[in-house]
């Protein structure tokens, strides 16, 4: 048995998965949850309350689009209630400005945009849905005007990666005080994607240094957060900071989950906030000590001055590419399965297949 | 800059007791920094009213500190957050 872990300071609570969008690199499910099954307000904030009572500090509301639900306001106030600070995860498309004025007076501390791209039509193109860039830059304009503050999310893949300098500073315009420039991973539907988003090594290479060049010019100014994408990289990352360490995910039906890819791993049991308290969940629940301490590990893991760093990176990528979620995670050059994921990048055509777009009717 | 600017905690950054841990915390944009009872003690003067000079002497006065040591290591703490965005300084 491993040592009781600490409280958790972050919840991420994917209210619905319903969205307006349909971009091909959504970390969602591929099976969506249908609405008919989201948890209702009281629900959500009791639940809200129970991880402010365990040490959860900082609450992402996310989806899906939150805005879909038409209760995002009561459950923002809700949350606040609970003395949590409220980060609300949107693409912006559906939140009107007496929508933003109703969740500003609800106590809303942050929001984080996603920027598909930085003109019209290749946003467009990407997340699928016609007119949803001009209406994010109309919310991005209303978010300024208000004064909340904004972080910028840039997804970064193939096809957008190499307008990493106009992302960073069509950001700054927008008046963030922070950017993530995040490489697609690939869970859910960029999994599926992969082909089509996986960027080359001369793409991240390019990157990197547009990023430390814009961390120089922007110092003091705008915060630029990068994250790699891990199948270039040495070592794995320590994704979710270490399976049932630092935060936990909730499903729009209530499934507690240690991550939102969770639930690709075979044979774990989940627990749901309908049933059991988020305090038993998180300490007793089985899918939370799966993955926990050193005992899980196998080897290079067990035995490697770096398991308490990266803690043998992440479970659901040695599932999906090891088909072995106790395996190192594939990434890692000392990982026996490096190969697959050195196949993979060898594999990368000049042309990119085309997108499959998400929806609830994947089979 | 400023040689004694005013430090501001901007929308988007609170202080806050974290009862489960029994410890101060700030708050920012996505993240909860742990405070120690220094960090704490600092922030807690940072009133967007008092310059810097005015808060390093109550400090060095509370706590019985050479003022010149205790500006130098407030202006340190808050450059740090500064540079972050986390505090501003006006």
């Known amino acids: ?363 | 800059m400023n040689a004694d600017p005013v430090p501001l905690l901007p929308r988007g950054t609170r202080l806050h007791h974290d009862r489960v841990r029994d410890t101060m915390v700030l708050l920012v944009p996505e993240r909860a920094l742990l405070l120690d009872e220094i960090g704490t003690a600092i922030l807690q003067e940072v009133d967007g009213k008092s310059t810097l000079a005015a808060i390093s002497a109550r400090l060095a006065e509370r706590y019985g500190a050479p003022e010149p040591d205790v500006a130098a290591d407030i202006r340190a703490f808050l450059d740090g957050l500064v540079a972050q965005r986390l505090v501003d300084y006006q």
């Open chain 1, 1 to 363: 048995m491993t040592e009781r872990p600490g409280p958790p300071i972050a919840m991420l609570a994917e209210l619905t998965h319903r969205c307006p969008l349909s971009c091909s690199y959504c970390s969602n499910p591929l099976e969506l949850t249908a609405r008919e099954r989201e948890l209702p307000t009281d629900v959500w904030a009791r639940v809200f309350r129970e991880a402010a009572d365990l040490g959860v500090l900082q609450l992402h509301l996310s989806g899906g689009e939150p805005a879909s639900r038409r209760d995002l306001q009561d459950l923002v106030k809700a949350a606040r209630d609970a003395n949590l600070y409220v980060n609300l995860i949107t693409s912006g498309i559906g939140l009107t400005p007496a929508r933003l004025d109703a969740l500003e007076a609800a106590g809303l501390d942050h929001v984080q945009l996603s920027l598909q791209a930085i003109d019209a039509e290749k946003a467009d193109w990407i997340g699928g849905y016609s007119g949803g860039f001009a209406r994010k830059l109309s919310f991005a304009g209303e978010v300024r005007q208000r004064g909340i503050p904004l972080t910028v999310n840039a997804v970064m893949h193939r096809h957008t990666i190499d307008d990493i300098d106009a992302a960073i500073a069509f950001a700054a315009d927008l008046g963030a005080r922070r950017i993530e420039v995040a490489c697609v991973q690939f869970y859910g539907w960029a999994l599926a994607n992969r082909a089509a988003l996986l960027p080359s090594r001369d793409q991240v290479t390019r990157a990197k240094s547009a990023v430390a060049a814009a961390r120089r010019a922007y110092a003091g100014r705008m915060t630029i957060d990068f994250v790699p994408p891990d199948y270039y990289a040495d070592y794995p990352k320590a994704c979710m900071g270490g399976w049932g360490s630092t935060g936990l995910n909730i499903a729009p039906d209530g499934t507690a989950l240690p991550c939102h890819a969770a639930a690709t791993i075979p044979g774990l049991r989940f627990d749901r906030v309908t049933d059991r308290s988020l305090a038993e969940i998180w300490y007793d629940g089985a899918a939370f000590n799966a993955f926990r301490g050193h005992e899980w590990m196998q080897e290079p893991c067990r035995s490697c001055a770096r398991r308490d760093r990266d803690h043998g990176g992440c479970r659901c990528q040695a599932m999906a590419l090891a088909s072995d979620p106790h395996a190192a995670d594939p990434v890692c050059h000392h990982s026996a399965a490096r190969s697959i994921v050195d196949h993979i990048i060898s594999e990368q055509t000049a042309a990119s297949p085309p997108f499959i777009y998400r929806s609830h009717k994947h089979q």
